[in-house]
């Protein structure tokens, strides 16, 4: 990981604090890839983030425009070199607005790092006024070349550390925050853990070991997946390996997590849950299915057991996220946890004990 984060400015324009504003929640969280100084959207302008976000002052202003981020970071005494996309939107594409305002970070002689399927250096306007500015155009989410891609080997068989897989009922539901929460929370309780990023999020807040599984052909997941995971091991043999989920089994436009389980071969299962929402995020119509039918259905999959839930609290409050976990615990026999409000150590002594007892003889 980078010893220190290049001074940055995350772009958000109308999506912070929705589940199109992800990635500029992540880096807002936690990120060892960039210092970030200001987060952009004029909706909360004036406003810290952490306060928006998590009822916590990080320290990073929320400003309205790229110029006001840019005066911002001033105003801090630090120069800003890179304008981070922090945009999630589904299609991963880039809106004209937007456009515009790349356009303006890149006058401003930013550094643009992005992670949508719009590839800005393959854009002639956008990439002339790179390189008449000396400024780079970043896409973090470009398809590596396919000589440098893995098919799966086996070698997973090997790997002797403890596998996590966070999967989700939903997209967007929170479970590359409590991946990085269980690495995070493990290493506070005196283990070694390392995180394996699967999106674009996850490689910019730094994580070491990372694939971006939807860039890839399909025919190369699983062995991208078996290749992260069996490198982290081979290289710092930690006590455990976090692996992030992408979508879940059953959304109807991103299903994701069999190839997890198939080739990531998890020793358990922790499933992210978002009571509060009864349809699948951005597509009305589309139920979510019951969160007892979602534990069925990847227990059934891998043969490994969903041993925690993790409640993501949207559109809740802290009296409800409390019954709710009580419910959760009564109908499914799981505990159930929220990060993001109590912290992670309950989590991982659970997951701690699945790790003793795999271990003992």
Same mark, same amino acid.
């Given at each position: 990981m980078m010893a220190a984060g290049a001074p940055a400015i995350v772009y958000c324009e109308g999506a912070f604090n929705t589940p199109n504003?992800?990635?500029?929640?992540?880096?807002?969280?936690?990120?060892?890839?960039?210092?970030?100084?200001?987060?952009?959207?004029?909706?909360?302008?004036?406003?810290?983030?952490?306060?928006?976000?998590?009822?916590?002052?990080?320290?990073?202003?929320?400003v309205g425009s790229v110029e006001a981020a840019v005066q911002a970071a001033v105003g801090r005494g630090r120069t800003a070199t890179h304008f981070v996309v922090g945009l999630a939107p589904d299609g991963g594409r880039l809106s004209a607005a937007a456009r515009e305002d790349v356009k303006t970070a890149i006058r401003l002689g930013l550094n643009v790092d992005c992670g949508l399927h719009d590839f800005l250096a393959e854009d002639p306007e956008l990439a002339a006024?790179?390189?008449?500015?000396?400024?780079?155009?970043?896409?973090?989410?470009k398809p590596p070349d396919r000589n440098n891609l893995h098919f799966f080997t086996g070698n997973i068989e090997k790997v002797t550390s403890f596998k996590i897989a966070v999967l989700g009922t939903d997209s967007a539901v929170g479970k590359r925050t409590t991946a990085w929460k269980i690495v995070q929370g493990f290493e506070e309780a005196g283990y070694s853990a390392e995180m394996i990023g699967t999106g674009q999020t996850a490689w910019m807040q730094g994580a070491r070991y990372s694939i971006l599984l939807d860039?890839?052909?399909?025919?190369?997941?699983?062995?991208?997946?078996?290749?992260?995971?069996?490198?982290?091991? @081979?290289? #710092?043999?930690?006590? +455990? *390996?976090?692996?992030?989920?992408?979508?879940?089994?059953?959304?109807?436009?991103?299903?994701?997590?069999?190839?997890?389980l198939a080739a990531g071969r998890p020793d358990v299962v922790v499933l992210q849950h978002a009571p509060a929402r009864k349809e699948y995020d951005g597509f009305p119509g589309y139920p979510i299915?019951? @969160?007892? #039918?979602?534990?069925? +259905? *990847?227990?059934?999959?891998?043969?490994?057991?969903v041993v925690a839930i993790a409640v993501n609290h949207e559109s809740m409050t802290r009296e409800q996220v409390a019954r709710e976990c009580k419910a959760i615990e009564q109908s499914t026999g799981r505990p159930?946890?929220?990060?993001?409000?109590?912290?992670?150590?309950?989590?991982?002594?659970?997951?701690?004990g699945h790790m003793s007892a795999r271990t003992a003889p």
């Open positions: 504003g992800k990635t500029a929640h992540g880096l807002v969280r936690f990120t060892e890839r960039y210092d970030v100084l200001a987060v952009i959207d004029s909706r909360y302008q004036g406003r810290e983030a952490g306060e928006i976000l998590d009822g916590a002052d990080y320290g990073i202003p929320v006024l790179a390189a008449s500015r000396g400024v780079v155009l970043r896409d973090v989410r860039s890839l052909v399909s025919d190369f997941l699983a062995g991208e997946i078996e290749y992260a995971v069996y490198s982290a091991w @081979l290289e #710092r043999r930690p006590d +455990a *390996i976090v692996i992030e989920g992408q979508g879940s089994l059953m959304n109807p436009a991103y299903p994701g997590g069999y190839e997890i299915h019951p @969160l007892s #039918r979602q534990i069925e +259905a *990847i227990e059934l999959v891998s043969g490994k057991p159930a946890f929220d990060v993001l409000i109590e912290g992670s150590a309950g989590l991982v002594r659970v997951l701690a």
